[in-house]
């Protein structure tokens, strides 16, 4: 299948299970990714990568019925799918149109709803705040950093939670730091492997 916007990558159906539901939605895998990336431009949103599928299945896990929850970076909308089986009102952002189009598109072949919004870090355009911020592999980039504690403080609710996950990278210590140093609580934990992958969830909330 491919996605307008996104010539020459080739998307898969996936199976997966989410709490109780079975999903189909479609991703590309990573080697799919890189043999499409000639010009240096093609992003690594397309991917199920595993932090969004262990986010993903921990949110499904949850009781979420009728709380607001946004993602940040949807990608595919991993994490939103799981939200949403979980009962959650949901909003999905990104800033590649390609990637909203596959959330609405994996939302509704599921039976799912959810809501996709185009947003942009460096100019944010929600101003509703929420209970539950999550995002899966948001931390990577550090010149990123300081837009997405922005939108994070922009975004949550008093007394409401960050929920973010990856791998373990080193950068994510930095953006750790930098949270801490701007009035933010961490707490790490490690969540079930995908495959041969460690997945560790970051817990944050403003102090104070």
């Known amino acids: 299948m491919q996605v307008p916007g996104l010539p020459g990558v080739r998307f898969r159906d996936l199976k997966l299970k989410l709490g109780d539901r ?4 479609y991703s590309a895998s990573s080697v799919d990714v890189l043999s499409s990336n000639t010009s240096g431009a093609t992003p690594y949103w397309p991917v199920a990568w595993p932090a969004g599928l262990g986010l993903a299945r921990y949110l499904a896990a949850q009781d979420l019925r009728g709380i607001p929850v946004l993602e940040v970076g949807c990608g595919v909308g991993i994490s939103a799918l799981g939200a949403a089986v979980a009962g959650a009102e949901v909003i999905a952002t990104d800033n590649e149109p390609a990637a909203l189009r596959l959330v609405r598109m994996n939302a509704h072949r599921n039976g799912l709803t959810l809501r996709a919004a185009a947003a942009d870090w460096r100019a944010w355009p929600l101003a509703a705040r929420f209970p539950l911020v999550v995002g899966s592999d948001v931390t990577y980039e550090p010149a990123a950093f300081p837009a997405l504690l ?5 975004s949550l609710a008093p007394d409401g939670e960050v929920l973010l996950t990856d791998p373990g990278r080193l950068m994510t210590t930095t953006f750790q730091q930098m949270a801490q140093a701007a009035g933010w609580s961490w707490k790490t934990e ?8 460690a997945v560790f969830l970051y817990r944050l909330r403003r102090e104070g």
């Open 150 to 154: 922005e939108i994070l403080s922009l």
């Open 190 to 197: 490690p969540l079930p492997r995908e495959g041969l992958q």
């Open 22 to 25: 079975h999903l189909s939605v």
